[in-house]
């Protein structure tokens, strides 16, 4: 089987910044996804790592250690629309993706 | 836009009845995914299809029922209701087919189950 963890709440300030952890157990790993997820709102992609290192898009930052079975996901310069729920997804062989239960994410001012 | 449409958006039904779901991806994806998200539960895996075939399983009673038609509409069933199934249900496509990872998810169908 696999699992995965994450924490289920994380609070900051506007203008902090976060990291949200992700741990992983899973055979035939491809890759590890992060969607974000507005309230009453569809999840949307926000990044993919395949290989080890970090993945910069804008103020979001995605990092992968395969060897770790870790990753995370960094948003710099937080503001307020940054409050959401926050997804961490495998990529694996013989399986369609799969999602741990998610990071409330509150950024207040 | 995501291009996945899924109607109804909101439906409520009791204990004991069934519902049917469904969900269109725009021309050309072939591939579909459901999943079930409650609060705290995070987004439940179903079913995946491609070309009208079902390529994965995820791990619900067989209740739960799918299908996808030539133009890759698909649909979902959920026969016999119970309360614990009100929930989002959540359809994807994939980006081009090579990117997995990459999903485009409609804006849900919410199911209130009394």
């Known amino acids: 089987g696999q699992s995965l963890e994450q924490p289920s709440e994380v609070t900051a300030v506007e203008g902090a910044i976060v990291q949200i952890n992700c741990t992983y157990q899973?055979?035939?790993?491809?890759?590890l996804s992060w969607y974000q997820q507005h309230d009453g709102g569809a999840p949307t992609f926000l990044s993919y790592n395949a290989l080890d290192g970090l993945e910069e898009t804008g103020r979001f930052s995605s990092f992968l250690s395969r060897s770790d079975s870790y990753g995370y996901l960094l948003l710099q310069e937080l503001q307020m629309k940054d409050s959401a729920s926050y997804f961490c997804?495998?990529?694996?062989?013989?399986?369609?993706?799969?999602f741990g239960k998610g990071t409330t994410l509150s950024v207040s001012s | 836009k995501a291009g996945v449409t899924q109607t109804p958006r909101y439906l409520i039904k009791t204990r004991g009845q069934q519902v049917t779901l469904s969900c269109s991806p725009i021309s050309g994806h072939r591939s579909v995914s459901w999943y079930q998200q409650t609060p705290g539960q995070g987004l439940q895996f179903l079913f995946e299809y491609f070309s009208e075939t079902q390529r994965n399983k995820g791990n619900f009673p067989g209740r739960f029922s799918g299908r996808q038609f030539s133009n890759s509409r698909s649909e979902m069933n959920v026969s016999t209701l119970e309360l614990g199934d009100s929930a989002l249900y959540l359809c994807a496509r994939s980006g081009r087919e090579e990117r997995t990872w990459e999903l485009f998810f409609g804006e849900g169908s919410r199911l209130t189950v009394l």
């Open positions: 997804a495998v990529n694996q062989a013989g399986t369609a993706l799969i």
């Open positions: 899973t055979s035939g790993f491809y890759g």
